[in-house]
């Protein structure tokens, strides 16, 4: 498989339990935010995304929170499941003028979900 | 289906050569990007294209060459110039301020 989630934070959840993953974002202006799954060898998914004039949004099973204050996103999952096992990362996408977009990605976090 | 594919999954290169990666996209997006993963590491922008005919420079071009002549398709080609090749590449395109859609990428391995 890849060796992408070599370095990665990791976190440790039993199947059933509910699982917290934090990510600290970078620029104030930032106004779009996107939480990615990524699976071994494969490319990212988008699993949830939030705009900075909401503080919380929910999906099927995931929650995002966004803190503007102190520029910090959250992604719960709610009952992690073995196929939540990957690597997830948080996305900022920064006006650049033009109607154009800088995206900045987290360096990601490693879900293990234990049987 | 829509969806963006890219070939192949895995390449093997000598040092030296040059190489080209695929990446295309039937979405209709406008905007279309090349990214590196390294362990460790966020995702880091080599080029990316919002418009046929038409690229910059992303966070990491050097060593790295793209063309945009159609709005569907976006090769990357890595020179024997790029100093470190060997890494997994992603593509991906957007529309708008809104998430990307990332292909299934590349793995490269330049020996």
């Known amino acids: 498989g890849e060796s992408v989630g070599l370095h990665l934070p990791t976190l440790s959840v039993q199947e059933g339990d509910n699982s917290i993953i934090n990510c600290a974002y970078s620029?104030?202006?930032?106004?779009?935010f996107i939480w990615y799954k990524q699976e071994s060898g494969k490319g990212p998914q988008f699993i949830i995304d939030?705009?900075?004039?909401?503080d919380k949004r929910q999906g099927q099973r995931v929650t995002v929170l966004l803190n503007k204050t102190v520029k910090h996103l959250s992604l719960q999952i709610a009952a992690t499941q073995p196929g939540d096992s990957a690597v997830y990362f948080c996305?900022?996408?920064?006006?650049?003028?033009?109607?154009?977009?800088?995206?900045?990605f987290g360096t990601g976090t490693r879900l293990k979900v234990l049987a | 289906d829509g969806g963006i594919t890219q070939s192949p999954k895995y390449l093997f290169r000598k040092e030296g050569q040059n190489v080209t990666l695929s990446c295309e996209q039937n979405?209709?997006?406008?905007?279309m990007y090349w990214y590196r993963q390294d362990p460790g590491q966020g995702l880091r922008l080599i080029y990316y294209?919002?418009?046929?005919?038409?690229?910059q420079k992303g966070d990491i071009a050097e060593g790295y060459s793209v063309s945009r002549e159609k709005k569907e398709s976006f090769p990357l080609t890595v020179t024997s110039a790029q100093k470190n090749p060997t890494a997994f590449y992603l593509c991906?395109?957007?529309?708008?301020?809104?998430?990307?859609?990332f292909g299934p990428g590349t793995r490269l391995t330049v020996t």
């Open positions: 991906a395109s957007s529309t708008g301020a809104f998430e990307q859609y």
């Open positions: 620029n104030s202006a930032s106004d779009y």
């Open positions: 939030i705009r900075s004039n909401m």
């Open positions: 996305a900022e996408s920064l006006p650049r003028g033009s109607g154009t977009y800088k995206y900045i």
């Open positions: 979405l209709n997006h406008d905007a």
């Open positions: 294209s919002q418009i046929v005919n038409d690229f």
